[in-house]
């Protein structure tokens, strides 16, 4: 939530830089303003009749002891009882709206970043590796893995629906394997400490990271008289774990990753997205949170995208990585980068982490606070998120980008101590087996 003091002083130059993330702002941001303008003209009022009451009584009480009649000062102050209580409640209304209206408006871009509508003005800082050339037209990961019997597509939508898949055999170790890859790398190497959290949370947990109010239709919600939502990815949990708290200023900055599974609807997406294990309802992530002072807040992005580019490196995985346009950020976020995987049969490259410096805006909404050494007054914390990384995205592009002319498709060298030593899976007996082979 941003900061309503700097919309109020600054309304001009907050409603600019709200703009350029696009259109729609304008009436939510004007109506804020209008509600901040009849809050302050209905205070200043509502304290002089509360002072005026005040002092009415203190004379009706010496009239009382001096059996004096204070009948016109008992009037006017049931008047004045009648007008505040009015005046309490139009800035009880004005309040709750005000509170709504701040939740539904996003974080400021920082001045880093570039002004554009959407991903075709996203700005590439850098790439890694180069796409390899095939001898042969590549499968899309689909067809690879139920070729080599190691995903069925068919049989999890029988049961789950569409955009649901099951992996069997040497897929769903290659998955454990993703995993403890890692978060071995996150916590041996990185710094991370890792969690376990919880996942379902509440509507307030929702709320402190930005995806309630305004995205409500993207979330899976618990039926019944529970206040409990599935969590759309691990930055929920994990950066609600310090809800309500004031941190140590020389703790900071707290690192932590957690694997998951994520929930999410996916509403609005078409196309190829929904084909395979591009966009699905159930998905696993290795997420990245932080906690940093506001002066590291940026330093600290840049480690963490560094931290999750260095997954696709030891993966052997082209990719490149991208500075978002303000058209093209997330709700809450002040600044991302996406990194993006090469897919072959897409011939393009596709996004399979976003790692993002929400400044204070999480943390005002979630209460997150800190002291710096020697006491004075709580700060804000700045909070950051990213994927460390996607690991149904890297599974996919595992496959494409490893296969070989035979279907079967070459275990990464940084994979094979989790696989135990073995480097190829092939369609051997139908079960997306493990065997030796050349590489690529």
């Known amino acids: 939530m941003l900061d309503p003091a700097l919309l109020r002083d600054q309304f001009d130059h907050v409603r600019d830089r709200l703009l350029t993330r696009g259109p729609g702002l304008e009436p939510l941001l004007e109506r804020l303003a209008t509600l901040d303008a009849e809050r302050r003209r209905i205070l200043p009022e509502a304290e002089t009749l509360k002072r005026d009451r005040n002092q009415a009584g203190e004379e009706i009480a010496r009239r009382k002891r001096a059996g004096e009649d204070a009948g016109d000062l ?34 400021l871009p920082h001045e880093s970043v570039p002004v554009g509508s959407g991903a075709a003005e996203n700005v590439e800082v850098r790439r890694h590796g180069e796409p390899r050339r095939f001898e042969f037209p590549p499968k899309d990961h689909v067809e690879l893995a139920t070729s080599l019997g190691i995903a069925d597509f068919e049989r999890a939508a029988r049961m789950s629906g569409a955009r649901f898949y099951a992996l069997i055999g040497a897929g769903a170790r290659l998955t454990r394997a993703l995993i403890s890859f890692m978060l071995d790398l ?54 609600n774990l310090h809800r309500e708290e004031t941190i140590d200023a020389r703790a900071l900055p707290i690192k932590y990753t957690a ?20 966009r699905v309802h159930q998905f696993y992530k290795v997420e990245l949170v932080k906690f940093a002072l506001p002066a590291e807040s940026h330093d600290e992005l840049e480690k963490m995208t560094r931290d999750a580019e260095a997954v696709l490196t030891r993966l052997g995985l082209p990719h490149r990585t991208v500075l978002l346009c303000t058209g093209d950020m997330g709700f809450a976020s002040a600044k991302t980068y996406d990194i993006e995987v090469w897919l072959p049969s897409q011939n393009t490259y596709r996004e ?64 094979r101590p989790y696989m135990g030593g073995l480097e190829v899976i092939s369609r051997i007996g139908g079960a997306g087996l493990i065997s030796g082979g050349a590489g690529l």
């Open 186 to 239: 996150h916590t041996g190497e990185h710094g991370y400490t890792e969690v376990e959290p919880p996942q379902l949370v509440k509507s307030a947990a929702l709320v402190g990271t930005g995806n309630l109010p305004k995205f409500e239709q993207d979330l899976f919600r618990v039926a019944g008289d529970w206040d409990l939502y599935l969590i759309p990815t691990a930055e929920v949990p994990l950066t």
């Open 259 to 278: 694997f998951t599974p994520c929930y999410r609807s996916e509403a609005g997406s078409y196309g190829q997205d929904t084909r395979g294990l591009i």
């Open 352 to 415: 399979i982490s976003s790692c993002s410096n929400c400044e204070a805006f999480q943390a005002r909404r979630a209460e997150i606070r800190f002291r710096r050494e020697g006491g004075g007054r709580s700060e804000f914390v700045h909070t950051l998120n990213g994927s460390g990384v996607a690991v149904g995205r890297a599974l996919l592009a595992i496959l494409e980008n490893y296969q070989q002319a035979d279907g079967s498709v070459v275990v990464p060298e940084a994979l």
């Open 74 to 107: 008992l009037e006017a102050n049931k008047a004045r009882a009648e007008t505040i209580k009015r005046m309490d409640g139009e800035l009880a209304s004005i309040e709750d709206e005000r509170r709504d209206l701040l939740l539904r408006v996003p974080n």
